[in-house]
């Protein structure tokens, strides 16, 4: 290889956070954590800030790694975002880091936007996205590997208000109490409920329904709950385990987010057997579902039989430098700035290989 004389052009990284969905606040923090973190000599930052009404709005370029919250939401548009993604003459991105998470963000439907605009970006292609994003559909691609799943049924809105005690009575049947129940597209275990008995059931059905026109129930795995978080493209790596300890019956919001109480446990105690195990089969779910760049990855280890069950997968996993994922890799071994440095790296590499494909014959 010949040695660099000049040094090389600093990539134009955007970075997209805010967004639509509940997680807006938790967004604009990460964001600011994130930009703490990366190297000013290496890349020129561009905040592209997310209204909660879906306004994007692109600002000048950051001079310091040091920005607040409020610094980070422009109310005047600094351009016009979509604007900016296509111009064929002006000035665009070499690669866009979106720090969104659920609906319109961690679902394909930004990724179909930055795809559209030929623009790489971290993290995984539309199709894991909303995959990942659809618990009935993910759970269908698990089953189709042989990943180790709870039971489950699902139904539509549509199907509820026509068959409701059927749809009982076969959760009843298959599921008995307690269960879970869950609109499809979920986050931050919004519309999650536990039910034990049929009122609870039912209740719980008509809260989930609001969220999505499309519900599961699952059998309650009364279990530790353990995760792992991977990284790559082609070639996939497996932090160690991390458990999470929550502070409430089940990790519903409030012991995610509101009362501080939940606790992390980095790496998890577990034999060495199930820790390697529940590797492998994190990144089987990442190859399941076609992931690329990062994920998180669920389990729960049941309590009395040391029984694996994979619960999720989560392609845009909480990302502050105090969240799970980072932690994880920061224990295996990779601290945060450079765990960015390898997200960005994987993003132009994806990019660069779907760019050396054909669209035709010709
Ligand atoms: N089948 C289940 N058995 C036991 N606990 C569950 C089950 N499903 C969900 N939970 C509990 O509910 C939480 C949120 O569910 P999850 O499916 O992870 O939704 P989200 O995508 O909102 O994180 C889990 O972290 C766990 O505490
Ligand atoms: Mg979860």
Not at 3 to 11: F, R, S, T, Y
Not at 19 to 27: A, C, L, N, P, R
Not at 181 to 202: C, E, H, M, T, Y
Not at 234 to 253: C, M
């Amino acid at each position: 290889m010949v040695a660099e004389q000049q040094q090389p052009a600093k990539l134009r990284l955007a970075i997209f956070y805010g967004g639509k969905s509940g997680e807006h606040e938790v967004s604009l923090r990460t964001a600011a954590a994130v930009i703490g973190a990366l190297d000013f000599d290496k890349y020129d930052i561009y905040p592209v800030f997310i209204s909660k009404q879906g306004a994007f709005r692109l600002g000048s370029p950051l001079q310091s790694a040091q920005v607040g919250v409020e610094q980070l939401q422009f109310s005047e548009s600094g351009g016009d975002l979509l604007q900016t993604l296509f111009e064929q003459s002006g000035e665009t991105f070499d690669v866009v880091f979106p720090l969104l998470h659920g609906t319109y963000g961690e679902d394909g439907t930004l990724q179909g936007l930055l795809e559209m605009a030929n623009v790489p970006y971290v993290g995984t292609g539309v199709l894991a996205s909303a995959v990942g994003m659809d618990k009935v559909m993910m759970k269908k691609v698990f089953a189709e590997a042989g990943l180790p799943q709870c039971k489950f049924i699902h139904f539509t809105k549509s199907q509820w208000l026509q068959m409701p005690d059927q749809i009982l009575a076969q959760a009843e049947q298959l599921l008995s109490y307690p269960n879970f129940i869950k609109p499809a597209n979920s986050g931050s275990s919004v519309g999650i409920s536990k039910a034990k008995d049929r009122d609870q059931l039912q209740a719980a059905i008509e809260l989930a329904l609001l969220f999505d026109r499309k519900v599961l129930i699952e059998e309650a795995i009364d279990g530790r709950e353990v995760e792992v978080a991977v990284l790559g493209h082609n070639q996939i790596d497996a932090s160690v385990v991390g458990e999470i300890v929550p502070s409430n019956e089940f990790y519903d919001y409030k012991a995610k987010y509101l009362d501080g109480k939940s606790e992390m446990v980095i790496p998890a105690v577990l034999s060495g057997e199930t820790s390697e195990l529940l590797r492998k089969l994190a990144v089987k779910a990442f190859e399941a579902i076609d992931g690329s760049g990062l994920s998180r990855v669920d389990f729960f280890v049941e309590r009395t039989t040391g029984e694996i069950y994979l619960n999720e997968i989560n392609t845009m996993p909480g990302f502050t430098p105090f969240s799970m994922y980072p932690l994880l890799w920061k224990e295996t071994g990779k601290p945060y700035g450079q765990l960015l440095d390898e997200l960005i790296s994987l993003a132009l590499l994806r990019h660069e290989e779907r760019q050396a494909l054909k669209f035709s014959l010709e």
